[in-house]
């Protein structure tokens, strides 16, 4: 689930950098020029569920095992989301993008004048 994005078309990797600053929707592939659309939305659906849980039980863990848990757990809560938000453009998603019939009809002519 945690990778760098790759497009969908020529599976040219993307940089952890060009990710995070990346807005959801459609895109041009550096590489090959084919359309796709960046999802964030899915991953994120997944991920940030899983680090609530994570929080809420090391918070329990935390305060079962120790008296004195209010540094503790602030400290403890405050790793835990610096390394979710430093993980969260590993949860992006390349989607190819669904083109429209005129789209197609006139990819399918471009490609039947090179054939020619």
Do not use: W
């Not at 790759?6 to 084919?34: F, I, T, W």
């Not at 329990?60 to 430093?86: C, H, N, Q, R, W």
Request: hydrophobic share 45%.
């Amino acid at each position: 689930m945690l990778r760098l994005p790759v497009c969908p078309h020529c599976h040219a990797v993307y940089s952890y950098k060009e990710v995070s600053e990346m807005k959801q929707g459609a895109r041009l592939c550096y590489h090959c020029n084919k359309k796709f659309m960046a999802d964030k939305k899915f991953g994120r659906f997944i991920f940030l569920p899983a680090v609530c849980l994570i929080l809420i039980l090391i918070n329990v863990m935390i305060f079962i095992s120790t008296d004195s848990f209010s540094i503790v757990i602030m400290l403890a809560d405050l790793v835990i989301v610096t390394a979710a938000v430093m993980l969260m453009p590993l949860t992006v998603r390349f989607k190819p993008e669904k083109m429209t019939k005129s789209e197609k009809r006139k990819l399918r002519s471009e490609e039947q004048e090179k054939d020619m």
